[in-house]
């Protein structure tokens, strides 16, 4: 299973990317992918979740508003649309997935994903 991460890139504060990450296997397998980040000198943060049993997106307060979770199932793919970006949302980010259903106290956490994505840098400046 590998899950290839891209998108990402450098822009100013204000502007948009998308990043995308693509599944060597059928998304609609997963029953919960989402995307976390990691700023340079931080620990890596939940950023949002989609789970599939309950249809439900999940975001972290700090990027609510701002960006939208999204998926293919026919592309196997899943995408994360970056809007109003601010120079704290600078971080690697990472995709990943999670083939059994999470609790809802345990979404945030990165250790209950079976699978990760190589990240994608995003740099933004001010």
């Known amino acids: 299973v590998q899950l290839q991460a891209s998108g990402g890139g450098l822009v100013q504060a204000g502007g948009s990317l998308r990043l995308s990450c693509a599944a060597s296997?059928?998304?609609?397998?997963?029953?919960?992918m989402g995307w976390f980040r990691q700023a340079p000198g931080k620990e890596r943060e939940f950023v949002v979740c989609?789970?599939?049993?309950?249809?439900?997106?999940y975001y972290t307060d700090s990027v609510k508003g701002r960006f939208i979770f999204s998926r293919d199932n026919a592309k196997n793919t899943v995408y994360l649309q970056m809007n109003s970006l601010k120079p704290e949302d600078t971080a690697v980010y990472y995709c990943?997935?999670?083939?059994?259903?999470?609790?809802?106290?345990?979404?945030?956490?990165?250790?209950?994903?079976?699978?990760w994505g190589q990240g994608t840098q995003v740099t933004v400046s001010s």
């Open positions: 296997v059928r998304t609609v397998d997963w029953n919960t």
């Open positions: 989609f789970r599939r049993t309950f249809g439900s997106t």
């Open positions: 990943a997935a999670a083939t059994r259903a999470l609790i809802r106290s345990a979404l945030a956490l990165d250790r209950e994903y079976d699978y």
